[in-house]
C-alpha cells in the first residue's frame, strides 16, 4: 500500500514534545491515573487486582454497556472498542472500501479519512469548507451536488477540527435525507461530541438516527485522556461491525485491560469529567475573544460553539507553515499551520489546555516583538 505522509501527525512529531507552549492542542487537559481512581473509593484497591490476560476482542462488556449508555438507541452489541479513533477509522476504509469506490470528505480533514481511501484507489470527492464574513460554512447545494454521484460513503467531523464548526439539527437532518435517498454510508467522526459549549446546541449521533450510520468516538478529545488509546465503533449495521472486528484479529486484536478498566470508570463518572473541561474551554475562549478582538487587523477569529479548536485566518502575507515555524523559534509557542490541512493562510488553535493564558502571553510577545507594538 502506497500512502501520503500524514502531515499534521508528522509536524507534530517534530514540534509537540520539544516546544515549551503549546497553543494549538485538538485535546482537553488530560487527567493523571490517580486523578480517576479518586472518583470512585474502591477504584484503586480493584485497579491493583486488574487481571492482565488478553480481553475480550470486541471490547470489555462492562464498557461497551457504558459506551451505549452514551446514545440514545445503542447496545452493547451495536459497540466495538479500539486503539483510539484512529484504529477504527483504519479498520471501517480498508473492511468497507476498495479501488474505484467513489467517496465524499468534508474537507479540511483529519487526513486518515482521505488518504485511506485514496491509497485503496477509491475516487475522493472534497465537500470543502467555504468563509463567508469570517465564519465556516459547508454549503449543503455543493453536498446535494457532490451525492449526485453516488457515493459509497460520505465522511463527516462534527464539531469540526479544524475549524469548530458544528452542524444544526436541521442541517444534520438534511445531509441524512441525501445519504439515504442513494444508500450512502455516513462515518461520523464524533471524537468532540459532548464538548459543546451550551448543551442545547448538541445534535444526535449518526448511528443513533441513521440506519447507514456509524460513529466514531474516543476518549481522547473531549475527556483529555489519549494516553488511554480507547475509542469506539458504534453501527446498527451488523456487517460493518463484524467486518472491522474481523480485521481487527490483524491490526492490534483486543484492548489495553489497564486502560478499559480506566475507561469503564471515566464514563461511569464522564459528566464530571466533561464539565471540568468545558469550564476550561469556556474561559479560555473569552480570552480569545480578548486577544482576537486586539489584533483583528492581523487574524480573523471565529468564535465556535464546540469543540476545543478554531482556525485562524492570517491577514498578512507570510506562508502559515513558515510563520508557524517562526513562532516556535522566536517564541517556543506551537500553532498548527493550515499547510497539514491543506488549506494555507490559516492555523489552528487548542483551547483544551488549562495553561492556554500562558502560551496565549506568549503569542502576545511574539505578536508584539513581530510587528512593533
Ligand atoms: C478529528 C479527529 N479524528 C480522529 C483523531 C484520532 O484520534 P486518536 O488520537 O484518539 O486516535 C483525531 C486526532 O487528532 C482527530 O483530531
Known sequence: MTIKPFKLERFLGV???????????????????????????????????????????????????????IFSSINAEDVLVCSGAEEPIYLFIQTMLKAGDRVIVQSPCYQSVQSIPESLGCEVS??????????PIFDLGELEQLMALQPKVLFLNTPHNPTGYHFTKEEQQAIISLARKYGTIILCDEVYRELEHD???????????????????????????PGLRIGWLISKRKDILEEAASLRDYTTICNSAPSEFLATLTLRNRKKVLDRNLGIVNKNLDLLDIFFEK????FTWYRPNAGPVSFVRMKFD????????????????LLLPGYVFD???????????KNMSQSLE??????NQRWGR
Do not use: N
Request: charged fraction near 20%.
Open 15 to 69: 514540534h509537540e514534545f520539544s516546544t515549551k507552549y503549546l497553543l494549538s492542542s485538538s485535546d482537553c487537559e488530560s487527567l493523571s491515573i490517580g486523578e480517576l481512581l479518586a472518583f470512585e473509593s474502591d477504584a484503586a484497591e480493584k485497579f491493583h487486582r486488574h487481571w492482565l490476560g488478553y480481553t475480550e476482542p470486541m471490547g470489555d462488556p462492562e464498557l461497551r454497556t457504558t459506551i451505549a449508555s
Open 343 to 353: 488549506y494555507p493562510r490559516f492555523f489552528r488553535v487548542g483551547f483544551g489546555r
Open 199 to 225: 448543551p442545547a446546541v448538541q445534535i444526535p449521533a449518526i448511528a443513533d438516527v441513521y440506519e447507514h450510520g456509524v460513529s466514531i468516538g474516543v476518549l481522547s478529545k473531549a475527556y483529555g485522556l
Open 318 to 333: 507570510q506562508p502559515d507553515l513558515a510563520f508557524a515555524e517562526e513562532v516556535v523559534q522566536k517564541q517556543q509557542v
Open 362 to 367: 506568549q503569542f502576545e510577545l511574539f505578536v
Open 126 to 135: 472534497l465537500w470543502q469548507v467555504h468563509y463567508v464574513d469570517g465564519k
Open 295 to 298: 489584533y483583528e487587523d492581523l
